[in-house]
């Protein structure tokens, strides 16, 4: 069965390992694509998030503000779990 670097990750490490051995340039094997893998971004105009994709104010826990022993307590001392909870 003969296969294809395409096909077979194997062959296609073999055959760049020999055209490397052979003097072929790692550039020409490794040709630039359009990513390029090139992670520095792109500045753009609207780099914010919108308004509307941003959660609501007050969609934040109800503790959200207090010091953590009232957040932990509860407003009563009490502690935020119901008697169904327990």
């Known amino acids: 069965m ?4 395409e096909q077979d ?3 296609a490490e073999w055959d760049r390992t020999t055209a ?3 003097g072929v ?7 630039a694509t359009a990513s390029a893998g ?3 971004p792109v500045p753009v105009d609207d780099d914010e998030i919108p308004a509307a994709d941003l959660p609501p104010a007050d ?5 959200e503000g207090h010091t953590p022993v ?7 001392g009490e502690g935020d779990l119901a008697p169904e909870d327990i």
């Open 2 to 5: 003969n296969s294809t670097p």
């Open 9 to 11: 990750p194997a062959q």
């Open 20 to 22: 490397l051995d052979a």
């Open 25 to 31: 340039d790692p550039d020409d094997l490794d040709p």
């Open 38 to 40: 090139d992670s520095t």
């Open 59 to 63: 969609a934040q826990p109800e503790t």
């Open 70 to 76: 009232v957040a932990e307590l509860g407003e009563d």
